[in-house]
């Protein structure tokens, strides 16, 4: 989903369905094929490779592997109702887990409801599809093919993960990868940053508005697209990487710690062999040498 659908999204649901403030919460939940659906928690055995659809609203959702082969979800919640309980459709290769019942919640206090997903030791993840309203998302200690998180007023959090694409479009809240290997990083953000501790990138696409980017790169990283409005950028890389720098500013001074030429308004480190895109508004560009 793209950043702008998000913002409609989050729009839609706050002037038609109804208002998110704190835990109180009105919004219309239905969802296709929800005659499917069972209440959860629910936990199986033997699974591998199967694929994850979450759709949460307030709250916290946690992803993370497990020290057994019980593939598990559950949820930490007061909710004593049914319709208010999450519930899960197994589809065989993919599993879908929504908030609560399909159907329209009009007032009612969560007072507490967070989302966890163990995944069992010996098997792994093939790909995550997650949409979060008013909750925060972490994702720790996994192997994974595709990762795509769509957030609206929350952190999203990726530690000791690899993947082969990770995508995440969020809208206020802040998106932090620590430790993370991750071959195509994609990330839009509005109003927060977006930062990276650590991490392996290699194709990295970033833009932001109202948000700093910060990025540690302790790989040969292939190439960078960096956009922002109203916020700085700063990179960390390692010596070893040769790359060309093409800057499009306004307003805004550019720095580096590591020898340039100036060549077509270009500033080369190196072999220059990495090409690193920046466009910004309001906004420094620093680039740091990583130890």
């Given at each position: ?11 839609i ?5 109804g208002?998110?403030?704190n835990?109180n ?6 969802y ?6 069972s ?16 759709n ?16 598990e979800?559950?949820?930490e919640t ?15 290769d993919?599993?879908?887990i929504?908030f609560?019942?399909s159907?329209?919640v ?21 790909n ?52 993370t ?11 927060g ?14 833009k ?6 910060n ?12 956009n922002?409005?109203s ?22 001074d ?6 340039t ?7 080369v ?23």
């Amino acid at each position: 989903m793209k950043l702008l659908a998000v913002v409609i999204i989050v729009f839609i649901l706050v002037f038609l369905n109804g208002c998110i403030i704190n835990k109180n919460v009105s919004f219309s939940g239905s969802y296709s094929d929800s005659e499917k659906y069972s209440v959860g928690p629910f936990e199986k055995e033997g699974l591998e490779n199967v694929n994850l659809s979450v759709n949460w609203i307030s709250g916290n959702v946690i992803i993370r592997k497990g020290n057994n082969n019980k593939f598990e979800v559950y949820e930490e919640t007061t909710e004593t109702e049914d319709k208010y309980k999450m519930h899960y459709y197994d589809a065989g290769d993919t599993f879908y887990i929504q908030f609560c019942a399909s159907e329209k919640v009009v007032n009612h206090w969560f007072e507490k409801k967070d989302l966890v997903i163990v995944v069992p030791l010996e098997y792994s993840l093939e790909n995550i599809d997650l949409s979060a309203v008013s909750a925060n998302v972490e994702v720790k200690d996994l192997r994974l093919k595709t990762v795509e998180i769509n957030s609206v007023s929350g952190e999203v959090l990726t530690s000791s993960i690899s993947s082969d694409s990770l995508v995440i479009d969020n809208v206020s809240g802040k998106i932090i990868l620590n430790s993370t290997d991750v071959d195509t990083f994609k990330a839009n953000n509005v109003s927060g940053s977006v930062n990276a501790n650590n991490s392996n990138l290699n194709n990295i696409d970033v833009k932001t508005v109202s948000g700093n980017v910060n990025l540690s790169v302790a790989n040969e990283a292939e190439n960078f697209k960096l956009n922002t409005v109203s916020g700085n950028i700063s990179l960390g890389l390692v010596e070893t990487l040769g790359f060309t720098v093409t800057i499009s500013k306004v307003s805004g001074d550019f720095s580096c710690d590591y020898p340039t030429t100036v060549t077509n308004k270009q500033y080369v480190y190196s072999t220059g062999d990495c090409p690193i895109n920046i466009s910004t508004v309001s906004g420094n560009v620093k680039i740091n040498k990583l130890n």
